[in-house]
C-alpha cells in the first residue's frame, strides 16, 4: 500500500470549502484518507486549536492521518 504525507498549514484547511472539497475528492475517486498524512506545523496546532478540532474530527473519520512537524520550535517550544 502507497502512503502519502503531505505538508499543509491550518489556514488552507480552515478557509471555507476546502475541506469539503478534500473529502468530495476522496469520495469522488473512491480513495480511502488511511493512506494519506497530513503534517501541520506545531504552533500552527496551538494557534488554531479550538477550530482545527472539527476538521481533525472530519479527517480522522475518514481514515485520514495528523501529523506534527517542526514540534519544539518558535513558541510551541518547551524550554527547560
Known amino acids: 500500500s502507497l502512503r502519502l504525507t503531505l505538508p499543509m ?3 488552507w484547511l480552515l478557509e471555507p470549502g476546502e475541506l469539503d472539497w478534500l473529502m468530495a475528492e476522496f469520495e469522488s475517486r473512491r480513495l480511502s484518507g488511511s493512506g494519506v498524512t497530513l503534517e ?3 504552533s500552527e ?3 488554531h486549536r479550538e477550530a482545527l478540532t472539527a476538521a481533525f474530527t472530519r479527517l480522522r473519520a475518514a481514515g485520514v ?3 506534527v512537524r517542526d514540534f519544539g520550535r ?3 517550544a518547551i524550554h527547560i
Do not use: T
Request: charge should be negative; charged fraction near 25%.
Open 74 to 76: 518558535d513558541f510551541a
Open 45 to 47: 496546532l496551538l494557534d
Open 40 to 42: 501541520f506545523p506545531g
Open 9 to 11: 498549514v491550518a489556514d
Open 65 to 67: 492521518r495528523i501529523g
